[in-house]
């Protein structure tokens, strides 16, 4: 039955219960605090009639005469009782002796009382006691004559009302109470149960367990890592793609997330609380894709989203690519170089210039083979090698000489970085010094390459005598998207390669004269 009820009703059910409930808690403290002022007002009360009987002048010379008068002490008594409404009220004189007492038959009989022996010796106290007619609080004050002897005790009583009594005499109040709390409450309930549905899209909690479900299995099911926090920066959602790409475990859902992985750069979307799409970042080893957003409800941004994708292996890919590009351009190079060389030689034998055409053979060997044998000595990556050795290739079908330094060792790559992007950028740099000569006649074209290493840095530098960098465009050549040539696709190139100096914690140093060429100088500590 319960599970068929709405949520407003059950809402509105178990308020109104804990309603009760509270009430019920509350009475009983109040019950249980009236219970204890009333017994320290009985005690007041039965102190002020034992004292009050003590001090009337009658007692005092009656309690010590004659038997006539020691018998008329219990109407003196009784008058003051029914003054004070006490239960009773007890004279005993110096032997324990009732002199007094409700019961006429108890009068004249010796008091055997367990609580009455320090009353005998001038204390006055009060005690709490269950008898014949209840529980009662009892005051002893001892009556003293005018010489300051004590000639007898007085006993106050008064009995304690029970609970059922109580609730008798308050049942009025109570009623009034209880109903005013449950229809207030109720009320109250009930609009607070409607607002909780209006909150949920009047969804049931079944419906909302379904979408839950449905959305946290949607989420683990994509192949992009998706990570989500509130406006605290708890993560409100993190996916099992996530997980596996940040080597995440366990449940981190209400976490920090700057404890979790502390350079997502989510929490930077709160603070400037605008988008940032197609974003590249370095997060550890992984390249990552982003796009994160803001969380907005009703116009109040109230989290941020990150959607990642992993293009560590397609990057890797693409540089693969890229090397291999690189050597068939080598090859095709080679080839149309090689072809040139063979009909120079394939000349010199047909004008019968042969002992010409052997010395050129073996200078063209002589050169290849000094070349190959420096990078394979002191450049200990063969892509490093390969790339360098298509770059001369390639200047030489452009017409530009390429320089190795003869100086340059790499013998291993900077902290957090590879061949790959060593590849990139040297790959870049010198195809950007390629193009620095396009218009240049009136020069020898030179590009100038030199890697330096020892145990404390590693350098790169690219040097050409190009047609240089406008001093104007200096600060934002590492732009993405900017360049100075017209063609699409490009301003890439040093993008990238600033993006591996910053991922490499190096530092890139440009030094650049209008129309006399360029120098690019990147240095990376070991």
């Not at 079908?397 to 061949?419: C, K, N, Q, T, Y």
Request: proline share 3%; hydrophobic share 40%.
């Amino acid at each position: 039955m319960m599970n068929r009820l709405s949520i407003r009703w059950k809402i509105t059910i178990l308020i109104s219960f804990i309603v009760s409930f509270s009430l019920l808690l509350s009475g009983m403290f109040v019950i249980g605090d009236f219970f204890h002022t009333k017994e320290e007002e009985l005690r007041q009360r039965a102190l002020l009639t034992a004292r009050t009987v003590s001090e009337l002048p009658e007692i005092k010379s009656h309690i010590v005469g004659t038997k006539e008068e020691r018998s008329s002490i219990n109407i003196i008594v009784e008058r003051v009782r029914i003054i004070h409404n006490a239960d009773y009220v007890v004279v005993l004189d110096m032997n324990k002796v009732r002199l007094s007492h409700p019961v006429p038959s108890m009068i004249g009989r010796v008091s055997r009382g367990a609580d009455e022996g320090p009353a005998f010796a001038e204390h006055t106290y009060t005690s709490k006691a269950r008898g014949e007619i209840g529980t009662v609080i009892r005051a002893f004050v001892p009556i003293m004559n005018k010489d300051h002897q004590q000639i007898g005790v007085v006993i106050a009583a008064y009995r304690l009302p029970t609970f059922f009594e109580v609730i008798d005499a308050l049942k009025e109040e109570i009623s009034i109470t209880i109903i005013l709390s449950l229809l207030i409450g109720g009320i109250g309930a009930w609009l607070l149960a409607s607002h909780i549905k209006r909150q949920m899209f009047h969804l049931e909690p079944h419906e909302i367990a379904k979408l839950l479900v449905e959305r946290t299995e949607a989420f683990n099911a994509m192949h992009e890592g998706v990570i989500a926090i509130d406006s605290n920066e708890n993560i409100t959602i993190f996916n099992d793609r996530a997980k596996r790409m940040f080597g995440v475990k366990g449940d981190v859902i209400g976490k920090p997330i700057r404890a979790i992985i502390p350079d997502t750069r989510l929490p930077e979307i709160l603070e400037i609380d605008q988008p940032i799409y197609n974003k590249e970042l370095q997060i550890g080893n992984l390249t990552i894709w982003s796009n994160r957003i803001p969380i907005r409800v009703n116009g109040k941004t109230v989290g941020a989203i990150a959607i990642f994708q992993d293009r560590t292996e397609v990057k890797k890919l693409a540089e693969e690519l890229t090397g291999v590009k690189a050597f068939v351009s080598a090859l095709r190079v080679q080839n149309h170089e090689y072809m040139n060389k063979l009909h120079t030689i394939a000349g010199l034998i047909q004008l019968g210039h042969l002992e010409k055409a052997l010395e050129y053979v073996f200078q063209v060997t002589e050169e290849q083979e000094e070349l190959t044998r420096f990078l394979s000595k002191h450049i200990k990556d063969e892509s490093i090698s390969g790339l360098l050795l298509s770059k001369i290739r390639r200047g030489k079908e452009l017409g530009i000489r390429v320089i190795i330094d003869r100086h340059s060792r790499l013998h291993a790559f900077p902290p957090a970085l590879d061949h790959h992007d060593f590849v990139i950028i040297l790959g870049n740099l010198i195809e950007n010094a390629f193009d620095s000569f396009q218009g240049i006649t009136d020069r020898e074209k030179e590009i100038y390459v030199s890697i330096e290493q020892n145990e404390e840095i590693c350098s790169l530098s690219v040097e050409d005598n190009g047609q240089g960098i406008d001093e104007k465009h200096l600060d934002r050549i590492f732009e993405e998207g900017f360049s100075t040539k017209s063609e699409n696709g490009r301003g890439i190139g040093l993008y990238l390669v600033k993006h591996i100096v910053e991922k490499g914690k190096g530092h890139i140093d440009v030094q650049s004269e209008k129309g006399k060429g360029t120098i690019f100088t990147i240095t990376f500590d070991m």
